[in-house]
C-alpha cells in the first residue's frame, strides 16, 4: 500500500498563473508604515543634522529611504508611500477608486505619525525653545518662507514637474518587462536628486503626505501655504498618469490590430486551400474508371503472354515462315 504525499505549499505556480494580490488591510500598513519610514527620515535627517557635520546629506537620505521601503513592503501594496504617485496610478488605470483613496488615507496617516514622533523628541530637547520654529526649517513654503525666496509660480511649476518625473519613473519602471529591483532603485535616485533641487528653492517634498506631516507642526503661515504642496504635486501625477494610460491605449491597439492581420491571414489562407487541394486533383483519374476497365478485361497481361507463346510454337511448327 503506497504512502500519500502531502500537498506542497512551497511549489511554484505554473507558468502565466498570476499571484493572489494581498488584502486591503495589509496593504494599508505596508502603506502607511512606508511612508512613516519616509517622512521620518526626509524630515529627521535635515532636522538633527548639522550641514557642517553631517556624513549623509537629506536628500541622499531620503532617496535611501524610499529605495529601502519599495524594497521592503513593494511587494505588498506596491510600494507608493505617496499621494501624487497613487493618483497617478488612478489615471494610469492601475488602480480602482475606492483603493486609492484608502492608499491616501493611510499615507497622510504614516506621515502624521512620524511628523508627532519627531515633535516629541523635539519637545525633550533642552535646547529647542520652539518646537514648531524648529519644525518651520523642514517645511515646504514659497515667498519670504523660501531660502531663496521663490515666488509662488515658481514653486508651483518645480512641484508638479518634480510630481511628474517621479510619478513616470515610477509607472515606467514598475512595468512587469523590468527588474524587481528597477522601481525602487530609479525611483530612490530620482526622488533624491529632486529633493536636492527642492531643498534649495523651498523644502519642496514632492508629497502630499510629508507636506501635511510637517505643516501641522509648523507654524501657523505653514497650513497657509500648504494648498500648494498638495494640489501641485497631484496636478503633475494626473499629466504623468494621463499620458501613460495613451501609451497602453496605444499599445492595445497596435496589438489589436496585429492580430486582426494575422486572423485576416488564416481565413484568407483557408479560402485558398480548397481550390488548390482541387488543382492537385485534377490530372488524377478518377477511380470509376479504373473499376471499369478492370472488370473489362481482369487478366491483360496473361492473355498476351499466352497470345506470344502461341505464335512462337506456330513459328516452330512451320505453319509460320
Same mark, same amino acid.
Given at each position: 500500500?503506497?504512502?500519500?504525499?502531502?500537498?506542497?505549499?512551497?511549489?511554484?505556480?505554473?507558468?502565466? $498563473?498570476?499571484? @493572489?494580490?494581498?488584502? *486591503? %488591510?495589509?496593504?494599508?500598513? #505596508?502603506?502607511?508604515?512606508?511612508?512613516? !519610514? /519616509?517622512?521620518?527620515?526626509?524630515?529627521?535627517?535635515?532636522?538633527?543634522?548639522?550641514?557642517?557635520?553631517?556624513?549623509?546629506?537629506?536628500?541622499?537620505?531620503?532617496?535611501?529611504?524610499?529605495?529601502?521601503?519599495?524594497?521592503?513592503?513593494?511587494?505588498?501594496?506596491?510600494?507608493?508611500?505617496?499621494?501624487?504617485?497613487?493618483?497617478?496610478?488612478?489615471?494610469?488605470?492601475?488602480?480602482?477608486?475606492?483603493?486609492?483613496?484608502?492608499?491616501?488615507?493611510?499615507?497622510?496617516?504614516?506621515?502624521?505619525?512620524?511628523?508627532?514622533?519627531?515633535?516629541?523628541?523635539?519637545?525633550?530637547?533642552?535646547?529647542?525653545?520652539?518646537?514648531?520654529?524648529?519644525?518651520?526649517?523642514?517645511?515646504?513654503?514659497?515667498?519670504?518662507?523660501?531660502?531663496?525666496? $521663490?515666488?509662488? @509660480?515658481?514653486?508651483? *511649476? %518645480?512641484?508638479?514637474?518634480? #510630481?511628474?518625473?517621479?510619478?513616470?519613473? !515610477? /509607472?515606467?519602471?514598475?512595468?512587469?518587462?523590468?527588474?524587481?529591483?528597477?522601481?525602487?532603485?530609479?525611483?530612490?535616485?530620482?526622488?533624491?536628486?529632486?529633493?536636492?533641487?527642492?531643498?534649495?528653492?523651498?523644502?519642496?517634498?514632492?508629497?502630499?503626505?510629508?507636506?501635511?506631516?510637517?505643516?501641522?507642526?509648523?507654524?501657523?503661515?505653514?497650513?497657509?501655504?500648504?494648498?500648494?504642496?498638495?494640489?501641485?504635486?497631484?496636478?503633475?501625477?494626473?499629466?504623468?498618469?494621463?499620458?501613460?494610460?495613451?501609451?497602453?491605449?496605444?499599445?492595445?491597439?497596435?496589438?489589436?490590430?496585429?492580430?486582426?492581420?494575422?486572423?485576416?491571414?488564416?481565413?484568407?489562407?483557408?479560402?485558398?486551400?480548397?481550390?488548390?487541394?482541387?488543382?492537385?486533383?485534377?490530372?488524377?483519374?478518377?477511380?470509376?474508371?479504373?473499376?471499369?476497365?478492370?472488370? #473489362?478485361?481482369?487478366?491483360?497481361?496473361?492473355?498476351?503472354?499466352?497470345?506470344?507463346?502461341?505464335?512462337?510454337?506456330?513459328?516452330?511448327?512451320?505453319?509460320?515462315?
Amino acid at each position: 500500500m503506497s504512502t500519500p504525499v502531502p500537498a506542497r505549499h512551497d511549489a511554484v505556480p505554473p507558468s502565466g $498563473a498570476v499571484a @493572489a494580490q494581498p488584502r *486591503l %488591510l495589509p496593504r494599508l500598513v #505596508a502603506e502607511a508604515f512606508g511612508t512613516f !519610514f /519616509l517622512a521620518l527620515a526626509g524630515l529627521g535627517v535635515p532636522l538633527f543634522s548639522l550641514p557642517q557635520s553631517s556624513p549623509l546629506p537629506a536628500a541622499l537620505a531620503a532617496g535611501l529611504a524610499v529605495t529601502a521601503a519599495m524594497l521592503a513592503f513593494g511587494h505588498v501594496s506596491g510600494g507608493h508611500f505617496n499621494p501624487a504617485i497613487t493618483a497617478g496610478h488612478l489615471v494610469a488605470g492601475r488602480i480602482r477608486l475606492g483603493g486609492a483613496a484608502a492608499y491616501t488615507v493611510a499615507q497622510v496617516a504614516g506621515g502624521m505619525v512620524a511628523a508627532f514622533a519627531l515633535y516629541g523628541i523635539l519637545r525633550t530637547l533642552p535646547g529647542i525653545a520652539d518646537s514648531r520654529t524648529a519644525f518651520d526649517t523642514v517645511t515646504a513654503g514659497f515667498g519670504e518662507h523660501s531660502i531663496i525666496q $521663490a515666488p509662488l @509660480a515658481a514653486v508651483l *511649476l %518645480l512641484e508638479m514637474i518634480g #510630481a511628474a518625473i517621479i510619478t513616470a519613473v !515610477f /509607472l515606467g519602471t514598475a512595468d512587469r518587462r523590468s527588474g524587481p529591483s528597477a522601481a525602487p532603485v530609479a525611483v530612490g535616485l530620482s526622488f533624491a536628486v529632486l529633493l536636492q533641487l527642492g531643498l534649495s528653492v523651498g523644502n519642496l517634498p514632492f508629497n502630499p503626505a510629508r507636506a501635511v506631516a510637517s505643516a501641522v507642526f509648523s507654524s501657523g503661515w505653514a497650513v497657509e501655504q500648504l494648498w500648494v504642496f498638495v494640489a501641485a504635486p497631484f496636478a503633475g501625477a494626473v499629466i504623468a498618469g494621463l499620458a501613460f494610460r495613451s501609451f497602453n491605449a496605444a499599445s492595445s491597439a497596435a496589438a489589436a490590430s496585429a492580430d486582426s492581420a494575422d486572423v485576416l491571414a488564416a481565413g484568407n489562407a483557408a479560402e485558398q486551400l480548397p481550390a488548390v487541394a482541387g488543382n492537385a486533383a485534377d490530372p488524377v483519374p478518377p477511380v470509376e474508371e479504373f473499376v471499369a476497365a478492370r472488370e #473489362a478485361d481482369p487478366k491483360p497481361a496473361a492473355r498476351n503472354t499466352e497470345a506470344e507463346a502461341s505464335e512462337a510454337q506456330e513459328f516452330f511448327d512451320g505453319k509460320r515462315g
